[in-house]
């Protein structure tokens, strides 16, 4: 313990660099796999039947919005070429896929009552491949795509929207409860909420500034839990998967000493983690007292006759409570916290919060703008959870870093390793942690961003009709980590060239 504080220690002395040069292995039944989501590799966005997405909605009613001008409507074209897709997961050798069933391309207008068999069997065709090469699918049931139809009837917002997402789960179980044994309800509520209906980063991109965010927030984790619920309830027993949430778990730092940045981040950690951590992973479950006080003072001073952040009844604490056989870690950075400066005109999450960010001058950036390499954010976040939350199971569901195009990603292959080196020192410390993804297994569409920020293990080339797929230099380096299981800060591929090689070990789940 205290050779790893001094390595921390040296970790948080100015430098974004990981210095501690222990060899330390991963367990043998520790998980690695790599990610994507439907929107965002799919394309085929109106074929064989599919529904229109909040998605398809956003970018073609405002096709300013993408940066590059590069939507979803063919992306990756995953739709065609998952048989290649599934080729580059065994070529890194990973246990499983984590990808994302579109809503919509089964079920187009959201409700059960009409199933696209079309979509499905793109779906069928996947699992099936995946199983037959011994990876394990990891299903996420909701990546951000709402059936349109269900968003002109108020999507989240709409009180009915948990039963909408119940009713859909139920389906997808149904039909493949047999296969897949790791499913995730919904990815990262609070983009789904604070982005999409309270601001207009992310689709629907209502911007609505009043109440609708916080009602939001309430409708997902209750369509998680009622979700949750319905597996173990109807599938637990016979088919013994398990269900868990993937939330966005970045780290929040103080930006100083001072006992107003302590506040400050104390509001940004329950803001933006306990938000969705308490109610879910805590002994007393319901939205954090800090959010409950700071939202309904900050709402009597707007001039709402009640609290924008909507009430749990006792009945929805106790089904939200303990909702989730793991949580699924999405880390991708550290921000620096500072209390804001800014007047906030009008209500809003921003103002709720009143907190500003930075990052370490020093870190490396990446591609995206709000992306600097912090691997000792992860540790603590770890530790943090641990603490707060009376050691949780977790699964990275979601780590990532990126580029401009090209192959010769030496910055991804070191945030990678870095990163997993931070991992392995939190498990030493009592981490339970079950897994890692790495976002992405692929180029794709980065939401607004089009294709100018780059996540993938491997380089898409979106002008190529036949969306050629090549792997970069960190493809090599995380299939050499999976099949070393430890992380060799020196080495590097004799050449770009990556194969198939087989696995002698099935990862048990
Ligand atoms: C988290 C989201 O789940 C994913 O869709 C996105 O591409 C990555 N973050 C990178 O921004």
């Not at 600097?372 to 603490?387: D, E, Q």
């Amino acid at each position: 313990m205290r050779v790893v504080l001094v390595c921390l220690l040296n970790l948080l002395i100015g430098s974004d660099g990981w210095t501690d040069t222990k060899i330390r292995k991963f367990p043998k039944q520790f998980m690695f796999g790599a990610a994507s989501a439907a929107y965002q590799v799919e394309g085929a966005w109106d074929a064989d039947g599919k529904g229109e997405s909040i998605w398809d909605r956003f970018v073609h009613d405002s096709p300013e919005i993408v940066v590059d001008g590069i939507n979803g409507d063919v992306a990756s074209d995953s739709y065609h070429l998952w048989r290649r897709d599934v080729e580059m997961l065994r070529e890194l050798g990973v246990d499983f896929y984590r990808f994302s069933i579109s809503w919509p391309r089964v079920l187009p207008n959201g409700y059960p009552t009409s199933i696209n068999e079309a979509g499905f069997a793109y779906y069928d065709s996947l699992i099936e491949e995946l199983i037959t090469h011994g990876i394990h699918p990891m299903v996420t049931l909701y990546h951000f795509d709402l059936p349109q139809y269900l968003q002109d009837l108020g999507g989240w917002t709409n009180p009915l929207s948990s039963q909408w997402f119940e009713d859909y789960a139920r389906v997808v179980f149904d039909r493949y409860a047999d296969k897949v044994k790791l499913w995730i309800t919904v990815n990262q509520p609070n983009t789904i909420c604070i982005d999409g209906y309270g601001s207009n980063a992310m689709a629907p991109g209502l911007n609505l500034k009043s109440k609708e965010a916080y009602e939001c927030v309430k409708n997902v984790l209750l369509g998680h839990a009622k979700a949750y619920r319905l597996y173990e309830k109807v599938y637990k027993k016979k088919h013994d998967g398990n269900v868990g949430i993937s939330l966005a778990l970045n780290w929040f730092d103080p930006f100083d000493n001072s006992t107003i940045n302590a506040e400050a981040v104390e509001r940004a950690r329950e803001f933006e983690i306990g938000m969705y951590m308490r109610p879910i992973f805590s002994k007393t479950g319901d939205f954090p007292t800090l959010v409950k006080t700071t939202v309904a003072k900050k709402s009597q001073e707007q001039g709402f006759t009640t609290s924008k952040l909507p009430t749990l009844t006792p009945e929805e604490i106790t089904l939200i409570k303990g909702s989730a056989d793991f949580l699924g870690m999405n880390h991708y950075t550290t921000f620096l916290v500072k209390a804001s400066n800014k007047q906030h005109m009008t209500p809003s999450y921003a103002a709720d919060l009143h907190a500003d960010y930075s990052q370490g001058a020093q870190w490396k950036p990446a591609k995206s703008p709000w992306l600097k390499s912090a691997p000792y954010g992860l540790y603590k976040v770890c530790i943090y959870l641990n603490k707060e939350y009376d050691y949780p199971t977790m699964i990275i569901t979601e780590h990532g870093w990126s580029t401009a195009a090209g192959l010769g990603d030496q910055s991804r292959a070191d945030n990678i390793r870095q990163y997993l080196s931070a991992l392995l020192l939190a498990m030493e410390d009592g981490t339970e942690m079950r897994g890692y993804t790495a976002w992405s297994l692929m180029d794709n569409i980065e939401w607004t961003a089009g294709t100018s920020e780059r996540f993938g293990l491997y380089q898409v080339d979106f002008d190529s009709p036949t969306k050629e797929r090549t792997a970069r230099l960190s493809a090599l380096v995380y299939k050499n980590i999976i099949e070393t299981r430890e992380v060799d800060p020196q080495w590097e591929p004799s050449s770009l060239n990556i194969k198939i090689t087989s696995k002698n070990v099935k990862a048990e789940l």
